[in-house]
């Protein structure tokens, strides 16, 4: 029938109820704003569309009022699957409130599913998830009890002696996505993206599932004028495009409306970089930055994380390493805040489900990652804890399959407040909350696992830095000017196994001037 240009209005009212509904995008960038927004007010005006299964992979959403925002609605919403919900916090809520069936799974086997679901294979075979929440030993990724009735979709095989999980296939009748410009035609081009995030592979999977596939754009060009190598999208798995009606719909990010640097239409000069203030999160984060090798291709995850990067330009090392972000982004300087998933002046783009088999095939050979909760196992948990449901996101797929693992952050949290200066480190006030705990209330990344993979694992916080052993976490480090017994061992459930060569942590660290890591 040939491709539809339609308005965000009216795509919004072709939307059945009852269907599986899919959503590309990462955080804000590709991802269809102005369509999500007009589903949204026709469900508050008519309480349609409603009882939709919502499929989405990465974050999607500014954690206020856009991106999956919309869609967080109860009994328009009826069930979702997804990977990341922490910048969706009113879909994460729904589903802590048992108001909706919530499955979560890793945005790799996410990505990975829209593929096996566009060549009609029945689903993911992966060794990813094993032993965390996702495991259907555990929970499966079934995120409250309204899901533990409900079917599920992973489970665990055994072939040639090796456990495997395998993930079901999800066929999507309705799929929203965001890009640059379409022709005449329906082919979609992504030029001004950041990044090209799961495009592609959800189009080919609604589309080879009988779907309907609803792309919002920014312009409508000529027939034949668009450069075959910008498109990511044939015209042949579109069938309606939506024009925006304003560009305030297209942003490259829900922190920047558009930067060419971001998607490498042109090099952006860098500004001077300014020392950052020595902090408690740049203490963690320099001590992190020691750990960095040579030619390594490295995964820097958000919050503490981020500050590896600045350490590392102060420091003039950056280009001793590539970084690179789960979107699909080789190169450049990873972004944080708003703008997390895109880079400035990147190297490489590739489609987020091809960056998840880079990783999931042991790709990358460091990863520095936030954590929430540890236990003495080694256990860490960032998905679901204290009420909130941010979601696993990439977190499994990278924890699990880097060649060397970091976790990065403060020692308790809530207040915690430190007075760093002359190569020492003094608590001022506590936090509120003790981050090593007896059991974590869920378990994102499996130490069982990792033993048995044979995988170095650090926990690097502004006071102790810890290492994985088969017999539980060792504490290795300590900050001078700490006292050991009262503000480490006193603040966790019992004590940590101590190394034969504990040593305190280097004091260069604790000083506000450059370490000197460059040699």
Same mark, same amino acid.
């Given at each position: 029938?040939?491709?539809?240009?339609?308005?965000?209005?009216?795509?919004?009212?072709?939307?059945?109820?009852?269907?599986?509904?899919?959503?590309?995008?990462?955080?804000?960038?590709?991802?269809?704003?102005?369509?999500?927004?007009?589903?949204?007010?026709?469900?508050?005006?008519?309480?349609?569309?409603?009882?939709?299964?919502?499929?989405?992979?990465?974050?999607?959403?500014?954690?206020?009022?856009?991106?999956?925002?919309?869609?967080?609605?109860?009994?328009?919403?009826?069930?979702?699957?997804?990977?990341?919900?922490?910048?969706?916090?009113?879909?994460?809520?729904?589903?802590?409130?048992?108001?909706?069936?919530?499955?979560?799974?890793?945005?790799?086997?996410?990505?990975?599913?829209? #593929?096996?679901?566009?060549?009609?294979?029945?689903?993911?075979?992966?060794?990813?998830?094993?032993?965390?929440?996702?495991?259907?030993?555990?929970?499966?990724?079934?995120?409250?009890?309204?899901?533990?009735?409900?079917?599920?979709?992973?489970?665990?095989?055994?072939?040639?002696?090796?456990?495997?999980?395998?993930?079901?296939?999800?066929?999507?009748?309705?799929?929203?996505?965001?890009?640059?410009?379409?022709?005449?035609?329906?082919?979609?081009?992504?030029?001004?993206?950041?990044?090209? !995030?799961?495009?592609?592979?959800?189009?080919?999977?609604?589309?080879?599932?009988?779907?309907?596939?609803?792309?919002?754009?920014?312009?409508?060009?000529?027939?034949?004028?668009?450069?075959?190598?910008?498109?990511?999208?044939?015209?042949?798995?579109?069938?309606?495009?939506?024009?925006?009606?304003?560009?305030?719909?297209?942003?490259?990010?829900?922190?920047?409306?558009?930067?060419?640097?971001?998607?490498?239409?042109? #090099?952006?000069?860098?500004?001077?970089?300014?020392?950052?203030?020595?902090?408690?999160?740049?203490? +963690?984060?320099?001590?992190?930055?020691?750990?960095?090798?040579?030619?390594?291709?490295?995964?820097?995850?958000?919050?503490?994380?981020?500050? +590896?990067?600045?350490?590392?330009?102060?420091?003039?090392?950056?280009?001793?390493?590539?970084?690179?972000?789960?979107?699909?982004?080789?190169?450049?300087?990873?972004? !944080?805040?708003?703008?997390?998933?895109?880079?400035?002046?990147?190297?490489?783009?590739?489609?987020?489900?091809?960056?998840?088999?880079?990783?999931?095939?042991?790709?990358?050979?460091?990863?520095?990652?936030?954590?929430?909760?540890?236990?003495?196992?080694?256990?860490?948990?960032?998905?679901?804890?204290?009420?909130?449901?941010?979601?696993?996101?990439?977190?499994?797929? +990278?924890?699990?399959?880097?060649?060397?693992?970091?976790?990065?952050?403060?020692?308790?949290?809530?207040?915690?407040?430190?007075?760093?200066?002359?190569?020492?480190?003094?608590?001022?006030?506590?936090?509120?909350?003790?981050?090593?705990?007896?059991?974590?209330?869920?378990?994102?990344?499996?130490?069982?696992?990792?033993?048995?993979?044979?995988?170095?694992?650090?926990?690097?916080?502004?006071?102790?830095?810890?290492?994985?052993?088969?017999?539980?976490?060792?504490?290795?480090?300590?900050?001078?000017? +700490?006292?050991?017994?009262?503000?480490?061992?006193?603040?966790?459930?019992?004590?940590?196994?101590?190394?034969?060569?504990?040593?305190?942590?280097?004091?260069?660290?604790?000083?506000?001037?450059?370490?000197?890591?460059?040699?």
């Amino acid at each position: 029938m040939g491709v539809k240009f339609i308005t965000a209005k009216e795509a919004a009212y072709m939307i059945p109820n009852g269907i599986t509904f899919g959503s590309n995008g990462f955080m804000g960038t590709t991802f269809a704003e102005e369509i999500a927004m007009e589903i949204e007010k026709r469900f508050l005006e008519t309480g349609e569309p409603n009882n939709l299964t919502l499929v989405f992979c990465a974050a999607q959403g500014d954690n206020d009022r856009r991106g999956l925002q919309h869609l967080a609605h109860e009994h328009l919403i009826r069930r979702t699957i997804g990977a990341h919900y922490g910048m969706a916090r009113k879909l994460g809520e729904l589903v802590v409130q048992n108001k909706v069936i919530g499955y979560d799974f890793p945005q790799g086997v996410m990505c990975h599913l829209l #593929r096996t679901t566009a060549a009609h294979q029945p689903g993911e075979l992966t060794r990813v998830g094993l032993g965390t929440f996702v495991d259907p030993r555990i929970s499966g990724g079934k995120m409250n009890e309204k899901t533990q009735k409900e079917e599920d979709l992973v489970q665990l095989l055994q072939i040639n002696g090796q456990e495997y999980l395998f993930y079901k296939s999800i066929p999507l009748d309705y799929v929203i996505i965001g890009g640059t410009y379409a022709d005449e035609d329906g082919n979609i081009s992504f030029e001004k993206e950041g990044t090209k !995030s799961e495009a592609l592979a959800m189009a080919q999977a609604c589309h080879n599932s009988g779907g309907k596939v609803f792309v919002q754009v920014q312009r409508v060009v000529q027939s034949g004028s668009l450069d075959p190598q910008k498109v990511e999208i044939p015209g042949v798995l579109v069938d309606y495009v939506v024009v925006a009606s304003d560009l305030k719909y297209c942003v490259q990010n829900f922190g920047t409306e558009y930067n060419p640097g971001f998607s490498g239409e042109h #090099r952006m000069s860098l500004s001077a970089s300014t020392s950052t203030p020595l902090s408690t999160k740049k203490v +963690i984060a320099r001590r992190a930055a020691m750990e960095l090798e040579d030619d390594s291709a490295v995964n820097l995850g958000i919050g503490v994380p981020e500050y +590896i990067s600045a350490v590392a330009a102060e420091e003039g090392i950056s280009n001793k390493f590539t970084l690179t972000v789960e979107s699909g982004l080789f190169g450049g300087s990873p972004q !944080s805040g708003l703008d997390f998933g895109e880079s400035l002046n990147p190297a490489c783009m590739l489609a987020m489900p091809s960056m998840f088999d880079f990783y999931d095939g042991g790709g990358l050979d460091q990863a520095f990652i936030g954590f929430a909760q540890g236990d003495l196992e080694g256990n860490v948990n960032v998905s679901k804890f204290s009420g909130r449901l941010p979601g696993c996101g990439g977190f499994i797929d +990278i924890t699990q399959n880097a060649k060397k693992l970091y976790f990065c952050g403060t020692f308790t949290a809530g207040g915690l407040k430190t007075e760093i200066g002359n190569g020492k480190l003094k608590i001022v006030s506590e936090g509120k909350a003790k981050k090593f705990c007896e059991q974590v209330e869920q378990i994102t990344f499996s130490a069982k696992t990792a033993i048995a993979d044979g995988q170095p694992v650090m926990y690097i916080t502004e006071r102790a830095v810890f290492r994985l052993t088969k017999d539980g976490i060792m504490l290795c480090e300590a900050a001078p000017g +700490i006292d050991v017994e009262k503000e480490i061992i006193a603040l966790m459930p019992k004590r940590p196994l101590m190394a034969p060569d504990f040593h305190l942590m280097d004091e260069r660290i604790f000083m506000d001037k450059p370490m000197g890591l460059n040699p």
